[in-house]
């Protein structure tokens, strides 16, 4: 008779960071702060009313889903993605001077302003059809104000025009 040795089931390590992730997500996710501030902000909040509401910590515990795919730190370089360091009022599909941006990315032109980061978070594929970033999105309007509020600090200014334009 043959013996069966059991091993216990083990994740790659790429794997459990996606999981760690996940938790950390799910815990920040879970906080009545958001249910206050939403409760404040009436029937029908603007993108405007969201942002000034917006908060940078829980935006930047929140870019932690980012951070699988993008850097946020300046000289960070790229990973999957580009990095986002100062990436406020930069040409869209031009933050990254080494980053290999998709057709869908480069024909869109413009600016990331606050407004199109958003609809961005939102949904990606929607944004620029073709897109290679598979993410599904952020679906929380408030929680995408936090992350982009959170952009906004990680600049060469440390974020100080858009941090002085809030009240």
Known sequence: ?????????????????????????????????????RRSLGDSPSFGDFMRLADVGRGGRLF?????????RKGA????GPGLYDVVGKPIAGNSKHFGYTGALRSLGGVWTPERLDVWLAAPAKFAPGTSMSFRGVPDPLDRADIVAYLQTQSVDGGAEALKSRP
């Open 77 to 80: 370089g790229d990973r999957n």
């Open 64 to 72: 932690s889903q980012c951070a699988a795919c993008h850097t946020v």
């Open 1 to 37: 008779m043959i013996e069966r040795v059991r091993r216990p089931f083990l994740l790659p390590a790429l794997g459990l960071l996606a999981v760690l992730l996940a938790m950390a997500f799910l815990v920040t996710a879970c906080s009545n702060d958001g249910q206050e501030r």
